[in-house]
């Protein structure tokens, strides 16, 4: 299947604008920062999460502790994406028990990740509430999940591909539409 860039929909300053606009909301909803803790999925949400902490730091002066979740095993649909799935490690080194959980994605689709996600936090103790912050909302849904936090809402094609590229792991900062040909 060949991959080709239809649209630019975000390049490095909008990022960095919605994730402090994301934090900005965060703070506001939560009436500050007491037991407030951020969860990224692996990939492309441990560096988003870290992103909003540290903009959180600067706004409030407190810096949330950051977690970070693999959801490998708690996909419902492991043996269709994978032969072989690689798991990679779940770094929570804080309890979740009682506190406020961000959780925090690149892209909400479909659902089912976030689905995989709540069963991971769920696994690490019974947090108070449990909240969504996505960098970007594409629709498509195929389950009853929203996100409490939107970057930026994209209405896609199925047949398109949402690319966020992060310079932590991609060396590069945008977010584009791939249109699959």
Do not use: W
């Amino acid at each position: 299947m060949v991959r080709r860039q239809k649209a630019q929909i975000m390049e490095e300053d909008g990022i960095r604008r919605v994730l402090t606009r994301i934090a900005h909301e965060i703070i506001e909803n939560n009436q500050g920062t007491e037991d407030l803790v951020l969860i990224g999925v692996r990939t492309r949400g441990v560096p988003l999460a870290q992103r909003i902490a540290e903009r959180i730091r600067e706004i409030e002066g407190v810096k949330p502790e950051v977690g970070i979740l693999d959801i490998s095993l708690y996909r419902d649909d492991l043996t269709t994406v994978l032969d072989q799935p690689i798991v990679n490690q779940t770094e929570i080194p804080f309890a979740v028990s009682n506190k406020i959980v961000v959780l925090v994605d690149d892209v909400l689709y479909t659902g089912r990740t976030v689905r995989a996600a709540l069963d991971g936090i769920i696994d690490q103790g019974r947090p108070r509430i449990i909240q969504l912050a996505v960098l970007v909302d594409r629709g498509h849904r195929e389950l009853p999940i929203r996100a409490d936090y939107v970057g930026k809402n994209v209405p896609t094609s199925k047949h398109e591909v949402v690319s966020v590229r992060l310079r932590e792991i991609d060396q590069e900062e945008q977010i584009v539409i791939l249109e699959c040909l």
